[in-house]
C-alpha cells in the first residue's frame, strides 16, 4: 500500500480513507423525488457536503422516494453528524425551493420534515468500493427496468 494511493487522504494529523453508503427515503415513503426535485437535491447535498467537509461522489435517488449516497468523509465527523446535516439542510432548502412539496407534508409541532427519521449506513473498505459506487449509478436504470 503506498502512502500516495489516489484513494488516501492526507489530512494534517492522519491519512484516512473512510467511505460510507448511506440511504434514506422519503416521509411516508412518497415519490416526490421527481420533476426537478430530485436533480435540486443532488445539488444542494453536494453543497451542504462542500460545506462540512466532505465528499460525495456518486448518489442517485431511486424510485423516487429515496436517495443512496457514497460519502467520503474525515475521521472526526461522524455518521449521525453527516446524515444529520445532509436530512436537515436539504429539507429546509427544498421545501424553499419547492412550495409545492408542503402539500405532500404537513406541519407538525412547528415542524416540517421531508425524510424519514431513519436511515440505512454501511462502512465501505476499499475491496468493494468500485461495486458499491456502481450499484449507486445504476439506481434508476435497474429500477426502471424493475417495473
Known amino acids: 500500500m503506498s ?7 492526507h489530512g494534517r494529523t492522519s491519512v484516512y480513507n473512510l467511505n ?10 412518497r415519490k416526490v423525488l421527481k420533476n426537478g426535485i430530485d436533480s435540486d437535491l443532488k445539488t444542494i447535498l453536494r453543497e451542504i457536503a462542500d460545506e462540512h467537509g466532505y465528499r460525495i461522489p456518486h448518489m442517485e435517488v431511486g424510485l423516487d422516494d429515496h436517495i443512496h449516497l457514497f460519502v467520503s468523509a ?5 455518521v449521525s453528524s453527516i ?10 432548502r ?15 409541532r ?4 421531508l425524510w424519514s427519521p431513519s436511515y440505512f449506513a454501511e462502512s465501505i473498505g476499499s475491496v468493494n468500493e468500485q461495486a458499491v459506487a456502481k450499484y449507486i449509478d445504476d439506481q434508476r436504470s435497474k429500477e426502471r427496468e424493475s417495473q
Open 3 to 9: 502512502a500516495s494511493d489516489e484513494r488516501f487522504t
Open 20 to 29: 460510507y453508503h448511506i440511504i434514506w427515503c422519503t416521509k411516508y415513503r
Open 74 to 78: 474525515p475521521p472526526k465527523i461522524s
Open 83 to 92: 446524515v444529520k446535516q445532509l436530512k436537515g439542510t436539504s429539507s429546509l
Open 94 to 108: 427544498l421545501f424553499a425551493m419547492h412550495p409545492e412539496l408542503k402539500s405532500q407534508y404537513w406541519r407538525r
Open 110 to 113: 412547528g415542524e416540517r420534515s
